[in-house]
């Protein structure tokens, strides 16, 4: 088994202090006593290029690569502190053999389960991807062997707790007994679907019986007016009235100016664990809820979304990706969206995958928001409440800044299938200022930089691809204005 943790042991801080003398002194090199032993292999140019680094910093005797070892647990005891560096891990058991062995733990936050397991009680929790924290929440630890001990025993006390043999084989032997008798009942998320409506009593009626018409029923519906000036009120009135699905219907009495703060409310009204956002205008295939639902079997999803077809007012299939003319469209009349998502990878969204979301960020959700539509997806209504307070503060991007930080929080589940309709027509809300757009998207480009969640050269092609994108759009806009005339 491959070990890639530093395991850090220090015998002294403290240097002895030299006696005067009345001759001048030399001075002497301060000494690291720190040593980090890192347990695992790595490939010949990874090793290569590590002690090259190593090798310049003069910490050769300081950090050890010891290899592989059946039995790593052994090493555990002799050391005084375990460092795990991992930025993705759900739950490593290398951590809790560490914490049993009386060893604080220093990790990295939004990485796995690990962080909720240390807190501030077995160690020190640091902010994502930031090296230099996580130096000094070693440090701190290794120059304060009263507070090393207390975090060590807190951290095997709390192993012993949560993860005995006893605890765990009575799960086992309670699984095993409803296995045998037959008992064993898959638990299905329960799913609220939030229908935030403004003047789209056209579409109520597709919209409406695309969800009553679902292949798995969903447990509520909320649907929220946002002050519609068309007939939106007694349309839904109608049609609510032959729903029996629990259903309720609030009302704004002025329009809240942002579809963002409509979805807050909904999820804040929604009462079970997945939400899914279903706009008013759009409208899903029979079998969304029960493709995507699967996903949420697994507790580390938190957005799962189909494939879209991009449609007209009418409901017919619009070539291109928003109506752009597109030179790849005669490979891609079966999801128009593909064509947008080529530019990041051709083949990443022709298949099913679950990413976590650390990676799905840097591969994707950072560079473009790759999701095409809010009614495509189904949410975690938990972690979804704390992602929407970021889309409050955008007018345009608000829908993708929400991806991104429910990407923060968990894994990303994605279907082929074309199992949602996104209605593009002369009223929706998606008609936007370009220059507003940009601007908020270059923001959130920016903000991804500063947390350390996208490398530079991403963060530099991201911008250049959005400078030539709205200038294209710019100048075939009406009165073909350009980026330059800003």
Known sequence: MVWRQFLGSRKSFTQKKKKKKKKKKKKKKKTNNIKFVWIGNFSESEISELNILIENSGNQKNI?????????????????????SSREDPYPLVALEAAAAGLPIVCFANTGGMPDFVSDECGVVVPTLSPTLAARG?????????????????????????????LGSDQVYKLLESFANGTIEEKRPTVSVVVPNYNCSAYLEQRLNSITNQTIKPNEIIILDDASTDDSLSTINKLISGISIPHKLIKNSKNSGSPFIQWEKGLQE??????????????????????????????????????????????????GYFGKPLLADAMHESAPALA???????????KEY???????????????????????????????LKAVKAALNYKNCGDWVYYIE????????????????????????????????IKEALKITQDLLKQKRLPLNSVLNNIFRRFLEYEWELRNAPGKVSMHSH
Not at 140 to 157: D, F, S, V, W, Y
């Open 64 to 84: 050890l690569f010891i290899g592989e070892r059946e039995t790593p647990r052994q090493y555990l005891p002799s050391g005084h502190l375990f460092f795990l």
């Open 138 to 166: 070693i440090s701190k630890i290794l120059a304060n062997q009263p507070l090393r001990t207390r975090l060590g025993e807190k951290g095997r006390e709390k192993v012993n707790l949560l993860h005995n043999a006893k």
């Open 270 to 319: 929604a009462k079970y664990d997945v939400v899914w956002i279903a706009e008013a205008d759009d409208f899903a295939t029979p079998d969304f809820l029960e493709k995507l639902l699967e996903y949420f079997k697994d507790p580390d999803i938190v957005l799962a979304y189909s494939q879209t077809m991009t449609v007209d007012g009418s409901g017919n299939p619009i070539p």
């Open 340 to 350: 947008y998502t080529d530019s990041i990878d051709p083949a990443k969204w022709r």
């Open 354 to 384: 679950i990413e976590f979301g650390a990676n799905e960020i840097i591969n994707a959700l950072g560079l473009q928001n790759t999701i095409p539509n809010a009614s495509g997806t189904l949410v975690r209504r938990e972690n979804a």
């Open 406 to 437: 429910l990407a923060k929080q968990g894994d990303i589940a994605y279907n082929p299938a074309v199992l949602n309709y996104f209605r593009r027509h002369i009223s929706s809300t998606t008609q936007s200022n370009p220059i507003q757009v």
